[in-house]
């Protein structure tokens, strides 16, 4: 279990480093998405360089960029399609889109140019799932996972450390965004994985069979909710900034999303409620029980998120949609699976400790980037690390995270800690 959270929190302090980078290696269609590489979020496929250099041309003649002029129907939408130089080149009315919630005038879409002169398909940007998108939820599904060994350690108290956990987290996420952000009541993944662990410690008061319900129920609920609740994703003008302490005049909603809003937050609580049904089968240590478990939710979970994507519900990490919820959470489980015969069962443990570092300490591990970050600047040596594009980019990142990954492993020596 702490190499699965270490190898998790190694990759998101990769990803965070690399997301400013330039043409990133492994570069294609993921899921739906235009090509954009794994090592970056599905919502940033919305960039003509990333086109043209999977494309192997300049410009890119597969894709275009788009944007929505106008809603002219339920579900269809006046838009505008753009030329590589940034010009109009076709304007498109009632225009079926793939989306994963209703757009609005000025949201941006991919267009890709069919065989028939100035006919095009419209997707919404961010439509996919990458490496990248596969962190958040990993974290959350291994929250989930621990909460049925964490509530047989503390029967006694436990709803009283429900409610703890719960708060501790929600303050540290208000702190750590605004060591980035500067001050302001920021709603991001760490508040999101507090909505998320509350959610799994109510789902373990039930029985398995009433978790798989609370799943199906709460799944239907946010797809429902995403469609026709106009506020349940979106909240904000996003042409305005942030409101901070030093930002008075900008938009009041908008530190809600950061992430995700709060009630979209539900997403994860579906992967965490997913994880409980697996760390079930963990606590009773019976491995052929764990495998079994782990394969047969894992296998399910995948299999509904597919589903539901291919049916015109799909997945968009921004959202948190359903079937973003449930294919990543059954990915989680197949991953944990495949550790668990690695280490476990076949004994290959040599190699763990390099995840283990972050994974026996994640939260210290999570707020290290910001602090080292603020000395390397006032020490001059940041810069260095930054503008880097392809292989020379994920070299970087690997420095930035190893960096990371001494100062973790001298606080644990020193026994420095830091739990919730």
């Given at each position: 279990m702490?190499?699965f959270r270490?190898?998790?929190?190694?990759a998101?302090?990769?990803?965070?480093?690399?997301a400013g980078?330039?043409?990133?290696?492994?570069?294609?269609?993921h899921?739906?998405?235009a090509?954009?590489?794994?090592?970056?979020?599905?919502?940033?496929d919305?960039?003509?360089?990333d086109?043209a250099?999977?494309?192997g041309?300049t410009p890119?003649?597969?894709?275009?960029?788009?944007k929505v002029?106008a809603v002219?129907a339920a579900?269809?939408?006046d838009?505008?399609?753009?030329?590589?130089?940034?010009?109009?080149?076709?304007?498109v009315h009632?225009?079926e889109?793939?989306a994963?919630?209703p757009?609005a005038?000025?949201?941006?879409?991919?267009?890709v140019p069919?065989?028939?002169?100035?006919t095009?398909t419209?997707?919404?940007?961010g439509?996919?799932?990458t490496f990248?998108?596969l962190?958040?939820p990993?974290?959350?599904?291994?929250?989930?996972l621990?909460?049925?060994?964490s509530?047989?350690?503390?029967?006694?108290g436990w709803?009283?450390?429900?409610?703890?956990r719960?708060?501790?987290?929600?303050v540290?996420g208000v702190?750590?965004?605004s060591?980035?952000l500067?001050?302001?009541y920021?709603w991001?993944?760490?508040q999101?994985?507090?909505v998320?662990?509350?959610m799994a410690?109510v789902?373990?008061a039930?029985?398995p069979?009433?978790?798989?319900v609370a799943?199906a129920?709460?799944?239907t609920?946010h797809?429902?909710?995403?469609w026709?609740?106009s506020?349940?994703?979106t909240?904000?003008?996003?042409s305005?900034?942030?409101?901070?302490?030093v930002?008075?005049?900008?938009d009041?909603?908008?530190?809600?999303?950061?992430?995700?809003?709060?009630?979209?937050s539900i997403g994860?609580?579906?992967c965490?409620?997913a994880?409980?049904l697996?760390?079930d089968?963990?606590?009773?240590?019976?491995?052929?029980r764990?495998i079994?478990?782990g394969?047969r939710?894992g296998?399910a979970?995948?299999?509904?998120?597919?589903?539901l994507?291919?049916?015109g519900l799909?997945?968009h990490k921004?959202?948190?949609?359903?079937?973003?919820?449930?294919?990543?959470?059954?990915?989680g489980?197949l991953?944990?699976?495949l550790?668990?015969?690695?280490?476990?069962?076949?004994g290959f443990?040599r190699?763990t400790?390099?995840f283990?570092?972050?994974?026996?300490?994640?939260?210290?591990a999570?707020f290290?980037?910001?602090l080292v970050?603020?000395?390397?600047?006032?020490?001059?040596?940041y810069?260095?690390?930054?503008?880097?594009a392809g292989?020379?980019?994920?070299?970087?990142?690997?420095e930035?995270?190893m960096l990371?990954?001494c100062?973790?492993w001298?606080?644990?020596?020193k026994g420095?800690?830091?739990t919730l």
């Open positions: 702490d190499t270490g190898f998790t929190i190694f998101m302090i990769f990803v965070i480093m690399v980078y330039h043409r990133m290696p492994l570069t294609f269609r899921l739906g998405s090509p954009v590489s794994t090592f970056r979020h599905a919502a940033e919305g960039r003509p360089d086109w250099w999977w494309e041309r890119a003649s597969a894709y275009r960029r788009a002029l002219a579900g269809r939408y838009v505008v399609v753009l030329d590589p130089a940034g010009a109009t080149e076709a304007i009632g225009a889109v793939w994963a919630a757009l005038p000025g949201e941006r879409l991919v267009a069919q065989p028939a002169p100035g095009y419209f997707k919404q940007v439509i996919g799932l990248t998108d962190v958040a990993f974290f959350v599904f291994i929250v989930g621990c909460v049925p060994l509530r047989r350690r503390r029967e006694a709803w009283r450390h429900v409610a703890w719960t708060l501790g987290l929600l540290a702190v750590y965004i060591l980035i500067h001050l302001s920021w991001g993944i760490l999101a994985i507090a998320a662990y509350a410690a789902a373990v039930l029985r069979w009433q978790r798989w799943l129920a709460v799944a609920v797809a429902w909710a995403t026709h609740v506020w349940w994703v909240l904000g003008d996003p305005r900034p942030f409101w901070t302490v930002t008075p005049d900008g009041m909603l908008r530190p809600l999303t950061v992430h995700c809003t709060p009630w979209a994860y609580g579906l965490a409620i994880g409980t697996v760390g089968a963990v606590a009773t240590r019976e491995r052929g764990i079994r478990q394969v939710i296998g979970l995948t299999l509904a998120g597919l589903a994507h291919a049916s799909p997945m921004d959202y948190v949609s359903s079937s973003f919820a449930l294919f990543s959470a059954g990915i489980a991953t944990f699976v550790l668990y015969l690695v280490i476990d069962v076949a443990r190699w400790g390099l283990d570092v972050f994974g026996t300490n994640a939260l210290l999570y290290t980037q910001p970050r603020v000395v390397l600047q006032a020490l001059g040596l810069q260095g690390l930054l503008g880097q292989w020379m980019g994920m070299l970087a990142g690997l930035w995270t990371l990954w100062v973790v001298w606080c644990n020596r420095i800690y830091w």
